[in-house]
């Protein structure tokens, strides 16, 4: 394609411009419209020669061939193909720096490392500002903040990219971005224990209600919203909330063709299904074995295409299956394989996740010394990935919480731990009978 002759006809450079600037009104229209003028454009390039106003169409074909053919290598390999034509014939301009915007945003992920995107987005922002397109240059964001959750050694560097992502959406009066942004910030407040509740979103800025009021009519920012809140709910451990919001975010994925949290959404929706399957009755279990199947059909697929980026992923969905089917030693395996895995990339929530959910299994099947290091080798993750940990909000007391310990401060039983439980703040350790009422009243309030 670097090669191929370019377009010469007055009429079809004029039609590739009108196609150019329609598309995003077109895709942000939720019609069918967009995605035929992506292939058009596709087809005037093969049929009549190269145009820089079709890289970013070209680049942009990925959304198409997943939503549908759920064909994801032939909307990659063209994407691609149109992107290094743009770096070698473009001049470091407005359509190289779309068609940098789109590939990283709907294609690189599926194939290459999730990092990938990151330079990509920050490639393309500096060139759409060069190039003065701002509104563009806000659409930057939907990628480096998806990759950047996902890839960053520590949550702080969130706190940056959001306010640079929502600053830029406020000055440049980008409402439609800062709506889809704001699920973000509050994930990352939530993480801090910044927020009201425990795990939700709700603070002084911003109300839930209220939120899903104003974006209403924007179904990207909707999608966003129950994506990372169904994201929050598992890694606060809330069942309910995370089948609640997971489900919703499968369903209106369909509206982010290609986004990366496309992805996310189905792993967790998976989670769901298997938290469903560990309390229904053998009756109600082989409609939801055949829903996590297919679920696991489509994290297998792209598994295969880029394991860097949803091996471990998939690994963990089937290590809690073959769990929930009592196949212990089978799960415990696949557990070992998704550590493993997961440890060679840089994605440390993933990390921290995985290896906490093989250690609550461990636990489960007897395995308690076992089980325990993995909690405290779990607890260390987050603690290395997140700062509500070093600042004492959070911590792991399930590490040491025996039933001998429960006999001992009179308590029947204890709920199941996990990492991000609210605790109280350290205290001197008392003598005797003080000891002993101590515990108790600590843990009345932390159950309650």
Not at 125 to 137: I, K, N, S
Not at 255 to 283: C, W
Not at 345 to 358: C, D, F, G, N, V
Request: proline share 4%; glycine share 6%.
């Amino acid at each position: 394609m670097p090669a191929q002759r370019n377009l010469d006809d007055e009429r079809l450079l004029m039609v590739a411009q009108l196609l150019n600037r329609l598309i995003p009104a077109a895709l942000f229209s939720g019609s069918l419209l967009g995605f035929w003028m992506m292939a058009r454009c596709s087809r005037l390039w093969i049929e009549a020669g190269y145009c820089e106003l079709l890289c970013y169409p070209m680049c942009c074909i990925t959304m198409v061939t997943i939503a549908l053919r759920d064909d994801y290598a032939t909307g990659y390999r063209a994407a691609r193909a149109a992107l290094e034509t743009a770096l070698v014939r473009g001049h470091g301009g407005l359509e190289e720096a779309r068609a940098q915007h789109a590939f990283g945003l709907f294609a690189c992920h599926w194939f290459q490392p999730l990092i990938d995107d990151l330079g990509h987005a920050r490639a393309a922002f500096a060139g759409l500002l060069r190039a003065g397109d701002l509104e563009f240059a806000n659409f930057t964001f939907f990628n480096a903040l998806a990759t950047l959750f996902d890839t960053c050694a520590q949550l702080a560097e969130m706190d940056a990219e959001l306010a640079a992502a929502i600053g830029f959406a406020r000055k440049t009066g980008s409402r439609h971005s800062e709506q889809a942004y704001l699920p973000y910030r509050q994930l990352a407040r939530a993480l801090e224990c910044k927020t009201h509740a425990r795990g939700g979103f709700a603070d002084a800025d911003f109300d839930d209600q209220a939120h899903l009021a104003a974006i209403r009519g924007n179904a990207m920012a909707l999608a966003f919203y129950h994506t990372y809140r169904a994201l929050g709910a598992c890694l606060f451990n809330d069942t309910a909330g995370l089948s609640r919001h997971a489900e919703a975010a499968v369903g209106l994925s369909r509206h982010i063709s290609g986004f990366y949290p496309t992805a996310l959404a189905m792993f967790l929706q998976s989670l769901a299904l298997i938290e469903q399957l560990r309390v229904t009755d053998e009756a109600g279990r082989p409609a939801l074995l055949e829903r996590l199947g297919a679920s696991q059909t489509w994290l297998a697929a792209r598994a295969a295409d880029a394991p860097m980026n949803f091996g471990h992923l998939h690994d963990l969905v089937e290590a809690e299956r073959l769990d929930v089917l009592e196949q212990p030693w089978d799960a415990l395996q696949r557990f070992e394989r998704a550590m493993r895995h997961a440890g060679a990339q840089q994605h440390p929530w993933h990390q921290a996740l995985i290896t906490e959910r093989a250690g609550h299994c461990y636990l489960r099947r007897g395995l308690e010394d076992a089980g325990r290091a993995l909690l405290a080798r779990a607890h260390a993750h987050y603690r290395q990935w997140g700062p509500w940990v070093r600042r004492g909000r959070c911590a792991t007391p399930g590490l040491f919480w025996t039933p001998a310990l429960q006999a001992v401060c009179g308590i029947a039983s204890a709920t199941p731990w996990t990492m991000r439980h609210c605790c109280a703040p350290p205290r001197p350790w008392l003598p005797n009978a003080r000891c002993r009422d101590w515990l108790r009243e600590w843990w009345s309030w932390w159950a309650n």
